[in-house]
């Protein structure tokens, strides 16, 4: 088994060198441009912006245009891609390369939600091994001339009784993938159980091109046992991060090789909350017309935080209902007021999941999918015309 010390090293993303080795995986309204430059104020890495989906990018979708936005210091941009059909892949990834809208393209083949997979899409693609394999290619094709990276994020598979981990890792290898990121569990698992870190070794094993290993990084210690236990060149860091953006803080620290955990007290979120929530009035305030608007929707998607914030603090229902319903910046300052900012850090949530969890489930797929492997035809309706998931 590799010792963490052995792969302490820049993970290579093309012409991209990534410290600490760490990527954020884009997650549908959460991963916009103001929560990525709270995580970046907190440590390195790269982060993934909000899935983009191909059919909308190649049809001038206004919505998803603005999607495609990123800080001005944000370096390398990334942006995740999720489609089905090559030819529209090609297309959408031409585009991003002749407009210049990202550094570094990622390819969507984990998506387990039902309305992707009984199209085809998502997690239920590479089942279908040479429709991957040519639309993998295609993506590689439309974007080596400009030298921007290509890379894939996959589950193990359908179920446990038809994986395609290795098979697809490798076809993705041989079209010229600059990395694989691969979560532990299959589409059927959806969020629970546990995720197979030695399936993630045993991908790391095949391939010859760096491997990400995603699934229970709830911790900066996680991230270092997984790399002990798979050998992995990076981790992709999901659910662990929600309402708790300083873990990139503790993630640097721990690749760094130095000790120190982030606790912070109820006053320090508190700080931290206010940023975020300045953060995204600043992102949707650019290009609006009136500015309360902009500090409006602003404070509304902020409240989807205030949850994962508050995780195990003592904060009476009343207050959490309160910050949940915010419309201004001055209302959250108030409430945030109300916060005894001595209070410690719930250290018994720490390892926890956060975030979506759920049950297995049945996987939706479209009529006679698994009868054959090698059919390449593109599944009828999965081109998917809205972003974000």
């Not at 995986?25 to 993934?48: D, H």
């Amino acid at each position: 088994m590799p010792t963490t010390a052995s792969v302490l090293r820049p993970l290579s993303i093309g012409r991209h060198q990534v410290w600490p080795p760490v990527v954020l995986a884009p997650m549908a309204g959460i991963t916009n441009v103001g929560f990525r430059q709270l995580c970046r104020e907190q440590g390195g890495g790269i982060y993934v912006c909000e899935m983009i989906t191909t059919v909308a990018l190649v049809e001038r979708n206004p919505k998803t245009l603005r999607m495609i936005a990123f800080g001005a210091d944000e370096s390398p941009r990334s942006l995740q891609l999720y489609g089905t059909d090559p030819e529209t892949t090609a297309a959408a990834v031409r585009i991003v390369v002749e407009k210049n809208l990202a550094d570094h393209i990622d390819l969507n083949f984990g998506c387990p939600v039902p309305k992707v997979t009984r199209r085809g899409g998502g997690a239920a693609l590479p089942w279908r091994r040479r429709l991957f394999a040519r639309l993998v290619k295609a993506a590689v094709d439309a974007a080596s001339p400009a030298g921007v990276p290509v890379t894939v994020k996959m589950r193990k598979g359908i179920d446990d009784d038809h994986l395609t981990y290795v098979e697809a890792g490798l076809a993705a290898q041989e079209a010229g993938v600059a990395t694989v990121a691969l979560h532990g569990r299959t589409a059927a698992q959806r969020y629970s159980g546990t995720a197979d870190w030695d399936a993630i070794a045993t991908l790391k094993q095949a391939l010859d091109v760096p491997v990400l290993g995603n699934g229970d990084i709830w911790e900066a210690d996680d991230a270092l046992r997984m790399v002990a236990h798979t050998g992995v060149d990076g981790v992709v860091i999901g659910r662990g991060c929600l309402g708790r953006p300083w873990l990139f803080a503790d993630l640097e620290a721990a690749f760094d090789g130095r000790a120190e955990r982030r606790l912070p007290s109820l006053g320090e979120v508190a700080t931290t909350m206010r940023r975020h929530a300045e953060l995204l009035v600043d992102q949707f305030s650019v290009g609006a017309r009136n500015p309360a608007r902009g500090e409006r929707d602003g404070c509304t998607d902020f409240r989807k935080h205030v949850a994962w914030y508050l995780k195990g603090f003592p904060v009476g229902s009343e207050l959490r209902r309160a910050l949940a319903m915010i419309d201004s910046l001055a209302q959250l300052d108030d409430l945030l007021g109300k916060l005894d900012p001595t209070v410690l850090f719930p250290v018994e949530t720490l390892g926890q999941p956060r975030g979506r969890t759920n049950s297995p489930g049945k996987v939706f797929l479209p009529d006679g999918w698994l009868a054959s492997r090698d059919d390449d035809t593109v599944p009828e309706g999965a081109e998917l015309d809205d972003s974000g998931g």
